[in-house]
């Protein structure tokens, strides 16, 4: 990593020691929290583990739209600022270390024996141990809520400025207002306050808080300090997680991979530009793949489900939707156009590629 | 024309020379700017507590 930024190293190389790691085998989880799905995370933190901001953020589109290099020196000034009045303090809750090969599932996988231990590791054998436990529901892969969430929109390079509020959101019943800017969160359960310097620190915050549930927020305004109360209500953590690794992990899952359909190429088969069209392209190598895509062809359009269209979607939320909504043994009837033909192909959800990392 | 040369190679060529001189480019921006990157945390952490310095953990 060779940033082409000179403002960025001088801040790294002289206002903090800038670490980087690659392998987590032996670090310490409880050490280091963050969000293992992410491909970019920062932790700012002083000598005894207190971390001041994390850095790092993704969404379904796959894209880096929200960090930017100006939102990351933001919030480095920002720690370099707060760390001469805090270099002494210490976690708030210290938890005993734990590593990777201390969950079963994990040190009983073959993962375990390899060299280098990936981030994306953490997320999907903590949710392969809880299925162990008969412990996990799906409702648990939505974790990291987005602010959007919650109803705020968080400038990508001031980070913690809020940017816009959406109408009648719990952000906006609130009072949470434009031009805000975020302090810290409290959390019901949670042992202090969190700062809030970026976008990943809320989504830190958010990932404590119950659905439903509530957060209290304070926000600067006008140099005065405001404390707002959002109440979060059922069903307010769900967001597109198709991007995660931790979620693609279980069954079922249809055994294909495809490309969705360009606006120009629904247009020419008469689908709205809205809604989901998805071209199989390849199928899953393996013969436990053939039962779980039916009678799928390939170059078939999968434009439904179950007789419902649905939102445009690319193929990763295609299997994310379909995994989060079905159950191994059901049976789907998967809506296709092949050629001028629209076939009804009814697909058994099996459990090809469950528990595969 | 070069005899035995083809055409679309030709003009491929500076095509060619661009990219690789923005290659170089590159490469010598990315060396204006180099980050003394530690990858031992234990010795990075003694660091930051003898120099009163924060640390910044980048997980890639």
Same mark, same amino acid.
């Given at each position: 990593?060779r940033?082409?930024?000179?403002e960025?190293?001088k801040l790294?190389?002289?206002s903090?020691?800038?670490?980087?790691?690659?392998?987590?085998?032996? @670090?310490?989880?409880n050490? $280091?929290?963050?969000?293992y799905d992410?491909?970019?995370? @920062?932790?700012m933190?002083?000598?005894?583990?207190?971390v001041?901001?994390?850095?790092?953020?993704?969404?379904?589109?796959?894209?880096?739209d929200r960090?930017s290099?100006?939102g990351?020196?933001?919030?480095?000034? +920002?720690?370099r600022?707060t760390?001469?009045?805090?270099?002494k303090?210490?976690?708030p809750?210290?938890?005993?270390?734990t590593?990777?090969?201390?969950?079963?599932?994990?040190?009983?996988?073959?993962?375990?024996?390899?060299?280098?231990?990936?981030?994306?590791?953490?997320?999907? %054998?903590?949710?392969?141990?809880?299925?162990?436990?008969n412990?996990f529901t799906?409702?648990?892969?939505?974790?990291?809520p987005l602010?959007?969430?919650?109803?705020?929109?968080l400038? @990508?390079d001031?980070n913690?400025?809020?940017?816009a509020?959406?109408p009648?959101?719990? +952000?906006?019943?609130? =009072?949470v207002r434009?031009?805000?800017?975020?302090?810290? +969160?409290? +959390?019901?359960?949670?042992?202090?306050?969190?700062n809030?310097?970026?976008?990943a620190?809320?989504?830190?915050?958010l990932?404590?808080?119950?659905d439903?549930? %509530?957060?209290?927020?304070?926000?600067l305004?006008?140099?005065?300090?405001?404390?707002?109360s959002?109440?979060l209500?059922? =069903?307010?953590?769900k967001?597109?997680?198709?991007?995660r690794?931790?979620?693609?992990?279980?069954?079922?899952?249809?055994?294909?991979w495809?490309?969705?359909l360009?606006?120009?190429?629904?247009?020419?088969?008469?689908i709205?530009?809205d809604?989901?069209?998805?071209?199989?392209? $390849? %199928?899953?190598?393996?013969?436990e793949?053939?039962?779980?895509?039916g009678?799928l062809?390939?170059?078939?359009?999968?434009?439904?489900?179950?007789?419902?269209?649905?939102?445009?979607?690319?193929?990763r939320?295609f299997?994310?939707?379909?995994?989060?909504?079905?159950?191994?043994?059901?049976?789907?009837t998967?809506?296709?156009?092949?050629?001028d033909r629209?076939?009804?192909?009814?697909v058994?959800?099996?459990?090809?590629?469950?528990?595969?990392? | 024309?070069?005899? #035995?040369?083809?055409?679309?190679?030709?003009? #491929?060529?500076?095509?060619?020379?661009?990219?690789?001189v #923005?290659?170089?480019?590159?490469?010598?921006?990315?060396?204006?700017?180099?980050?003394?990157?530690?990858?031992?945390?234990?010795?990075?952490?003694?660091?930051?507590?003898?120099?009163r310095?924060?640390?910044?953990?980048?997980?890639?």
């Amino acid at each position: 990593m060779r940033p082409q930024d000179a403002e960025l190293t001088k801040l790294l190389n002289e206002s903090f020691v800038p670490v980087r790691l690659v392998n987590m085998k032996d @670090v310490d989880l409880n050490f $280091f929290q963050f969000d293992y799905d992410l491909t970019f995370a @920062v932790l700012m933190m002083n000598a005894n583990g207190y971390v001041y901001s994390r850095f790092g953020s993704m969404d379904g589109t796959h894209t880096t739209d929200r960090m930017s290099v100006e939102g990351l020196k933001h919030a480095m000034r +920002a720690v370099r600022s707060t760390h001469p009045t805090r270099v002494k303090a210490v976690p708030p809750l210290r938890l005993p270390p734990t590593t990777l090969n201390d969950l079963p599932a994990f040190a009983q996988s073959k993962q375990a024996g390899e060299a280098c231990y990936h981030c994306h590791f953490v997320g999907a %054998f903590r949710f392969k141990q809880l299925r162990v436990e008969n412990k996990f529901t799906k409702a648990m892969v939505h974790q990291f809520p987005l602010p959007e969430n919650i109803g705020i929109t968080l400038d @990508v390079d001031k980070n913690n400025l809020v940017k816009a509020v959406t109408p009648e959101s719990p +952000a906006d019943q609130a =009072g949470v207002r434009t031009g805000d800017v975020l302090v810290n +969160a409290i +959390a019901p359960g949670q042992v202090g306050a969190l700062n809030l310097y970026t976008a990943a620190d809320l989504q830190f915050a958010l990932n404590e808080v119950a659905d439903p549930g %509530f957060v209290l927020l304070h926000v600067l305004r006008a140099k005065e300090r405001i404390t707002v109360s959002l109440k979060l209500p059922s =069903g307010w953590r769900k967001h597109d997680v198709s991007w995660r690794s931790s979620q693609a992990t279980f069954a079922p899952t249809v055994g294909v991979w495809g490309m969705a359909l360009s606006a120009e190429e629904k247009r020419a088969r008469g689908i709205a530009a809205d809604r989901m069209a998805v071209k199989v392209t $390849f %199928f899953f190598n393996g013969p436990e793949w053939v039962a779980s895509r039916g009678a799928l062809q390939l170059n078939d359009v999968i434009v439904g489900i179950n007789g419902e269209t649905l939102p445009s979607m690319t193929i990763r939320q295609f299997h994310s939707h379909f995994r989060l909504n079905f159950n191994v043994g059901d049976t789907v009837t998967l809506n296709v156009l092949r050629g001028d033909r629209k076939l009804d192909l009814p697909v058994p959800c099996t459990k090809a590629g469950d528990g595969e990392v | 024309m070069c005899k #035995g040369v083809r055409p679309s190679l030709l003009a #491929g060529l500076p095509l060619l020379l661009a990219f690789a001189v #923005g290659l170089a480019d590159r490469r010598a921006q990315s060396q204006d700017f180099p980050v003394a990157w530690r990858t031992d945390f234990a010795s990075a952490r003694e660091e930051a507590k003898a120099q009163r310095k924060p640390l910044f953990v980048v997980f890639r």
